[in-house]
């Protein structure tokens, strides 16, 4: 049985993490697994991406226990370095990634939650870090990605007390973009999907380079990556064709 499932439509990939027996628990294998889908899918040329959980009660219930329960610190650290070298991965995939997320996203799967665009959550979704309770700290990113885009002392709020959040919190603190129905998240995903797939995949490629490498910048020198990027778009005939048909 293959533990991600994918499926291309029209340039528009749905990549489904496939162990719902186990909540999706993102065990070694599965990671794996993961990090060869998307280097295949980066092959493809893809508008965009949706990530979602298969089976009814999660999107991603963590890091698998069962396989980190025995580890050496030397092979969390590798457990840990390479579930952060996927995620980064996806963060800096080159097509918008829209996580579409149902049910549990804890620990590890509200980090890959993280790694995500866009984030699209149903009203079944919940998000927590229960690690400090597991006697460990988040490992693949969560005490990074959510400190910044949150606040640090919300971050701590959420992995000191392992509270579980529901999609009004985490839409209030700007952790997902839209809360839906649990009927509609997948046709809201799609609708969200085919719509940036109508633009010039130039301009978003190059829109998401500037955002993601301005963060880490002063606003000069942002500004400074934003104009290089947006005089790249210049080297293409997107552009003069997108603006001709447009002044036509
Ligand atoms: N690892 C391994 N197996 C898991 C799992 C996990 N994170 N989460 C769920 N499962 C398995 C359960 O063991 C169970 O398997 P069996 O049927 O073989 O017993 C199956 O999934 C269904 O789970 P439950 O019976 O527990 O379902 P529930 O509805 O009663 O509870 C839950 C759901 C509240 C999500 C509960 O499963 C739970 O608390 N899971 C663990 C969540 C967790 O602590 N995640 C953080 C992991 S640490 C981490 O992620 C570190 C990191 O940053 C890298």
Redesign the pocket.
């Known amino acids: 049985m293959t533990l991600i499932n994918l499926e291309v439509k029209d340039k528009i990939a749905l990549l489904t993490l496939n162990r719902p ?3 999706n ?1 993102l065990n070694s294998a599965m990671l794996g697994e993961l990090f060869h889908s998307l280097k295949k899918l980066e092959e493809d040329d893809l508008r965009c991406l949706i990530v979602t959980g298969s089976g009814e ?2 999107f991603a ?6 396989e ?1 329960v025995e580890m050496t610190p030397d092979e969390a650290e590798e457990f ?1 370095a390479f ?1 952060q070298k996927v995620f980064s991965y996806l963060s800096t995939f080159p097509c918008p990634v829209i996580a579409a997320i149902h049910g ?1 996203a ?3 799967g509200f ?1 890959l939650v993280l790694a995500c665009d866009i984030r699209i959550a149903a009203d079944t979704a919940r998000f927590s870090f ?2 400090t309770g ?1 006697a ?1 700290t ?3 990113g ?1 005490t990074q990605r959510l400190a910044r885009l949150t606040q640090a002392s919300y971050a701590m709020d959420l992995i000191f007390t392992g509270r579980r959040i529901k999609g009004e919190e985490a839409l209030e603190k700007g952790i997902i973009n839209r809360l839906v129905p649990a009927i509609e998240l997948m046709d809201e995903a799609w609708k969200m999907a085919e719509g940036i797939a109508t633009k010039a995949p130039l301009g978003v490629r190059m829109s998401k380079e500037a955002i993601l490498r301005g963060l880490d910048l002063d606003l000069e020198k942002g500004l400074e990556v934003e104009a290089e990027l947006f005089a790249e778009c210049f080297n293409s005939s997107d552009q003069k064709d997108a603006m001709r048909a447009f002044l036509k």
């Open positions: 027996e186990a909540l628990a009660k999660a219930a963590g890091a698998d226990i069962s980190m840990a579930g549990y804890l620990g590890g980090e229960p690690e597991l460990i988040p490992g693949c969560g």
